[in-house]
């Protein structure tokens, strides 16, 4: 009875559509009449809706349907309506968000949560409650709007009282006309097109993307489109206001920075991927491999899963949230110093196949000055694989020696180690001078921090800034990942830092919101081979960069070429596994067992990674389009907790991924999406 009742309904929709648009081409007129553009909002919906397979129609255009391809399918269909009406400059999509500062604005207390939600996911802003009929508010705002580079709002369509309506836009005019050339706008307006009359408030934008519904899935594409995550390819059904003629729209680009979609839109199975990840999760929390974790998971650009399980603590008063900022341990080695050697070898500026020495003119005397940078990145340059810098600053009874840690900062211990402990400032070179004296042995692979934490000077030396500086500006937040940071204490509430270990030998606190790492710790926090805390969702951009071979946000950061040479595994005729920096999978590992293959069985060679100490681990795999982060604290309370690595649950869950892949079933995804 459902589908003979809708049937009929399009058929005569579809049949009126016909008569009302040919009638309105025709004349040439607009489409003006409240009851003609209540049928074009009602007529492009139900395009959405009829583009499903009859089988999936249900009374309710699938808000509420639980089957993951009918939501694949009408977010395809509702990402292909959307239409941009004005690109000036061509700020849509946004595209360089390096150092710059971005408002969104709600009116009159509307809020579009999933789409300022979405915004943010792509680079942080700040938020502005703006009520129009307050005029000494609306002066108030447009001079604090005006110290910003971009304006973000959203309006709706939906409105019952035309007259506040239009008294709404007159007074975003006046705001509009009053910021300073240099800050742009942009609006995307959900609703039908009987609220865009009233266009002179949206001529002032500098973007205007119309969204045919407020919903969920426009307002998550909407803010998609706005970043580039999707591009704009929709156009209008008729014309409007006499400004926007029929079949006009303006194409923009996609694919430029990831997307936020279904595993069915990336050829992956909801059903498997959820259902063997949540089981896989659950384990390991049941088992006390972790307090909580957070997974997630990118294929073709589009992350597809997204989820936080447990706690901060067993303590459980805190659960994992999406924004909680993990401690990444040796993950820094490939998200930090990596990411700087990689870009400067990308400009020229430094090269795997020289020396040591010739970048740091304090190990030319040394047993290192001849080491290849590459042997170095390897892992089998010959290093030891770790100085417990740590101990040499305690006495037998744990207590510190002196003249090295004191309680308080002043000016002779201005470094930060842990909370209410700081340690002499010339101690660093003490580490260092461990690091030059330290005896080299055979060329074999053995994993080695050192190469990491003597590099960054590597950094500092080609740029004359500090490493972490450089990398944070040229890197990170041309990504818009402004959540990747060291020392995030000094940025971040406690609450959204997730806590490691309770060290009882060293600092003898819980460490939170410091970093884990004993020799990242008496360099203050800031480390090449750990000391990084970052968000799931902006670490996930950093992976998508390496997997799209240095692109992003439709610029070449990183060369390909280089990319391509520093994921390569470099010495396999000494079962050396490495690429430079990078890890990678077993020799052999299409010869093993799941249960013995690293990363996992189904895991390509040309795939790449890295774990980290504490519980993290990142795997990128290009040929089948995959990005994997994998984030927990399994040294909570205690390092003495091996179970994350005895019950496989990093691999596994990446195999799941594997696991859960048909590309059968993938939806179209022609959505203007080309970068």
Same mark, same amino acid.
């Given at each position: 009875?459902?589908?003979?009742?809708?049937?009929?309904?399009?058929?005569l929709r579809c049949?009126?559509?016909?008569v009302?648009?040919?009638s309105?081409?025709?004349?040439?007129?607009?489409?003006?009449?409240p009851?003609?553009?209540?049928?074009?909002?009602q007529?492009r919906m139900?395009?959405?809706?009829?583009?499903?397979?009859?089988?999936?129609k249900?009374d309710n255009?699938?808000?509420?349907d639980d089957?993951?391809?009918t939501?694949?399918?009408?977010?395809?269909?509702?990402?292909k309506?959307l239409t941009?009406?004005i690109?000036k400059?061509n700020?849509i999509?946004?595209r360089?968000?390096?150092d710059?500062?971005?408002?969104?604005?709600?009116?009159?207390g509307?809020k579009?949560?999933?789409y300022?939600d979405?915004?943010?996911?792509?680079?942080?802003a700040?938020?502005?409650?703006v009520?129009?009929?307050?005029?000494?508010?609306?002066s108030?705002?447009t001079?604090?709007?005006?110290?910003?580079?971009?304006?973000?709002t959203?309006?709706?369509?939906s409105?019952?009282?035309?007259?506040?309506y239009d008294?709404?836009l007159?007074r975003?005019?006046?705001?509009?006309?009053?910021l300073?050339?240099s800050?742009?706008?942009?609006?995307?307006?959900?609703?039908n097109p009987?609220?865009l009359?009233?266009?002179d408030a949206?001529f002032?934008?500098?973007?205007?993307?119309?969204a045919?519904?407020?919903?969920?899935?426009?307002?998550?594409l909407?803010?998609q489109?706005?970043f580039g995550?999707?591009?704009a390819?929709?156009?209008?059904?008729?014309?409007?206001n006499n400004?926007w003629?029929?079949?006009?729209?303006?194409?923009?680009?996609?694919?430029?920075?990831?997307?936020?979609g279904l595993p069915?839109?990336?050829?992956?199975?909801s059903?498997i991927?959820?259902?063997k990840i949540?089981?896989i999760?659950?384990?390991?929390?049941?088992a006390k491999?972790?307090?909580g974790?957070?997974v997630?998971?990118?294929?073709?650009?589009i992350?597809?899963f997204?989820?936080?399980?447990?706690?901060?603590t067993?303590?459980?008063?805190?659960?994992?949230?999406?924004?909680?900022?993990?401690?990444l341990?040796?993950?820094?080695?490939?998200?930090?110093t990596l990411a700087g /050697?990689?870009?400067?070898?990308?400009?020229g500026k430094f090269?795997?196949d020289?020396?040591?020495?010739e970048y740091?003119?304090d190990?030319r005397?040394?047993?290192k000055?001849n080491?290849?940078?590459?042997?170095?990145?390897?892992?089998?340059a010959?290093?030891?694989a770790?100085?417990?810098?740590?101990k040499?600053?305690?006495?037998?009874?744990?207590s510190?020696?002196?003249?090295?840690?004191s309680?308080e900062?002043s000016?002779k211990?201005p470094?930060?180690a842990?909370?209410?402990?700081?340690?002499?400032?010339?101690?660093?070179?003490?580490i260092?001078?461990?690091?030059k004296?330290?005896p080299?042995g055979?060329?074999?692979?053995?994993y080695?921090?050192l190469?990491f934490?003597?590099s960054t000077?590597?950094?500092?030396?080609?740029?004359?800034e500090k490493w972490?500086?450089?990398?944070t500006?040229?890197?990170?937040?041309?990504l818009?990942?402004?959540?990747?940071?060291f020392n995030?204490y000094l940025?971040y509430?406690?609450l959204?830092?997730v806590?490691t270990?309770?060290?009882s030998?060293?600092r003898r606190?819980?460490?939170?919101g410091t970093?884990?790492?004993?020799?990242?710790a008496?360099?203050?926090?800031?480390?090449?081979?750990?000391g990084?805390?970052a968000?799931?969702n902006?670490?996930?951009?950093l992976?998508?960069?390496?997997?799209?071979?240095?692109?992003?946000?439709?610029?070449?950061?990183i060369?390909?070429?280089v990319?391509?040479?520093?994921?390569r595994v470099?010495?396999?005729e000494?079962?050396n596994?490495?690429a430079?920096g990078?890890?990678?999978p077993?020799?052999?590992?299409?010869e093993?067992?799941?249960?013995?293959a690293?990363p996992a069985k189904?895991a390509?060679?040309?795939?790449?990674?890295h774990?980290?100490y504490?519980g993290?681990?990142v795997?990128?795999?290009? /040929?089948n389009?995959i990005?994997?982060i994998?984030l927990?604290?399994?040294v909570?309370p205690t390092r003495?907790n091996?179970l994350?690595s005895?019950?496989?649950?990093?691999?596994?869950i /990446?195999?799941?991924?594997y696991?859960?892949?048909?590309?059968?079933?993938q939806?179209?995804n022609?959505t203007?999406?080309?970068?």
């Amino acid at each position: 009875m459902v589908k003979v009742t809708y049937v009929h309904h399009i058929i005569l929709r579809c049949i009126l559509s016909v008569v009302l648009l040919t009638s309105a081409s025709l004349s040439g007129a607009a489409i003006n009449d409240p009851y003609l553009q209540e049928f074009l909002y009602q007529d492009r919906m139900d395009s959405v809706y009829n583009s499903l397979p009859l089988g999936e129609k249900t009374d309710n255009p699938g808000f509420g349907d639980d089957d993951p391809s009918t939501k694949a399918l009408l977010r395809e269909q509702f990402a292909k309506s959307l239409t941009v009406l004005i690109n000036k400059d061509n700020i849509i999509p946004v595209r360089s968000l390096e150092d710059i500062r971005i408002a969104l604005v709600e009116l009159n207390g509307e809020k579009f949560p999933v789409y300022q939600d979405r915004l943010l996911d792509y680079h942080p802003a700040d938020t502005f409650r703006v009520f129009t009929d307050d005029e000494e508010q609306i002066s108030e705002i447009t001079s604090s709007l005006s110290a910003y580079d971009l304006v973000i709002t959203g309006i709706s369509g939906s409105f019952q009282d035309k007259e506040i309506y239009d008294r709404m836009l007159t007074r975003l005019w006046c705001i509009l006309h009053n910021l300073p050339e240099s800050v742009k706008t942009i609006i995307t307006y959900f609703g039908n097109p009987d609220g865009l009359n009233n266009a002179d408030a949206f001529f002032k934008a500098d973007g205007l993307v119309f969204a045919y519904e407020d919903n969920e899935y426009t307002q998550d594409l909407s803010a998609q489109l706005v970043f580039g995550g999707i591009g704009a390819c929709g156009t209008l059904p008729a014309r409007i206001n006499n400004q926007w003629p029929e079949g006009f729209g303006i194409f923009t680009a996609g694919n430029l920075r990831v997307q936020y979609g279904l595993p069915e839109n990336a050829g992956l199975s909801s059903e498997i991927l959820n259902r063997k990840i949540d089981s896989i999760a659950t384990i390991g929390l049941e088992a006390k491999a972790y307090p909580g974790c957070e997974v997630m998971v990118a294929r073709k650009g589009i992350v597809v899963f997204h989820k936080t399980y447990g706690f901060h603590t067993y303590e459980e008063r805190i659960p994992v949230r999406k924004d909680d900022l993990y401690d990444l341990a040796s993950v820094t080695k490939v998200s930090s110093t990596l990411a700087g /050697l990689m870009l400067l070898d990308s400009e020229g500026k430094f090269s795997v196949d020289k020396k040591l020495g010739e970048y740091l003119p304090d190990f030319r005397r040394t047993n290192k000055g001849n080491l290849l940078m590459k042997d170095l990145l390897t892992h089998q340059a010959g290093l030891t694989a770790w100085i417990p810098f740590w101990k040499k600053t305690v006495k037998p009874d744990s207590s510190f020696k002196r003249r090295i840690f004191s309680y308080e900062y002043s000016e002779k211990y201005p470094i930060k180690a842990a909370n209410d402990l700081f340690i002499n400032k010339n101690y660093r070179k003490k580490i260092f001078r461990e690091i030059k004296k330290s005896p080299l042995g055979e060329k074999k692979y053995v994993y080695s921090d050192l190469t990491f934490i003597i590099s960054t000077g590597i950094i500092d030396n080609l740029t004359g800034e500090k490493w972490y500086d450089y990398v944070t500006r040229n890197v990170y937040h041309k990504l818009g990942a402004y959540d990747i940071c060291f020392n995030p204490y000094l940025k971040y509430p406690l609450l959204r830092i997730v806590p490691t270990e309770h060290d009882s030998l060293f600092r003898r606190q819980l460490l939170y919101g410091t970093v884990h790492d004993e020799g990242a710790a008496m360099l203050g926090g800031i480390s090449g081979h750990a000391g990084l805390f970052a968000t799931a969702n902006d670490l996930m951009k950093l992976m998508e960069l390496y997997r799209r071979m240095g692109k992003y946000g439709g610029e070449q950061i990183i060369s390909g070429k280089v990319l391509e040479e520093y994921t390569r595994v470099q010495f396999p005729e000494n079962d050396n596994r490495r690429a430079l920096g990078f890890d990678k999978p077993y020799l052999d590992n299409q010869e093993l067992g799941p249960d013995e293959a690293y990363p996992a069985k189904s895991a390509p060679p040309q795939s790449f990674g890295h774990s980290g100490y504490t519980g993290t681990f990142v795997w990128i795999d290009p /040929l089948n389009e995959i990005s994997y982060i994998f984030l927990s604290n399994r040294v909570y309370p205690t390092r003495n907790n091996n179970l994350l690595s005895d019950l496989r649950i990093r691999s596994y869950i /990446l195999q799941a991924v594997y696991d859960s892949v048909n590309d059968s079933r993938q939806t179209a995804n022609d959505t203007g999406q080309k970068q």
